[in-house]
């Protein structure tokens, strides 16, 4: 089993930036890649970016390329995603999600086995 808590959502003026922060536990945490995913309200969970394991991969969707960063740090079981220059199309439920592999970093949500709950970004217009 492997539990993933999600943390640093909140409310955020357009242009500004967050940092969600997601937590594992009940895994060896540096074995995997881990992804982030979000889900706007009437919308699919989509793909923001992943890791690889060891930190050395990472791929991005096109929509948040150069304005998201994601990170980790394999000795805190954490993973990061720094987020600049927001927009309101940002809005939605952030999710972080481990798929047991240690390289491959895929896009799909049904390739990710557990997920952490999620949370809130809201970024105001």
């Known amino acids: 089993q492997v539990q993933l808590v999600e943390s640093g959502g909140g409310l955020v003026q357009a242009g500004g930036s967050l940092r969600l922060s997601c937590a594992a536990s009940?895994?060896?945490?540096?074995?995997?890649?881990m992804g982030w995913f979000r889900q706007a309200p009437g919308k699919e969970r989509e793909f923001v970016s992943g890791?690889?394991?060891?930190?050395?991969?990472?791929n991005y969707a096109d929509s948040v390329k150069g304005r998201f960063t994601i990170s980790r740090d394999n000795a805190k079981n954490t993973v990061y995603l720094q987020m600049n220059s927001l927009k309101a199309e940002d809005t939605a439920v952030y999710y972080c999600?481990?798929?047991?592999?240690?390289?491959?970093?895929?896009?799909?949500?049904?390739?990710?086995?557990?997920w952490g709950q999620g949370t809130q970004v809201t970024v105001s217009s």
């Open positions: 999600a481990t798929n047991g592999r240690t390289f491959y970093i895929g896009s799909r949500a049904q390739e990710y086995d557990y």
């Open positions: 890791i690889s394991s060891s930190g050395g991969r990472t």
């Open positions: 009940g895994r060896t945490f540096s074995s995997y890649t």
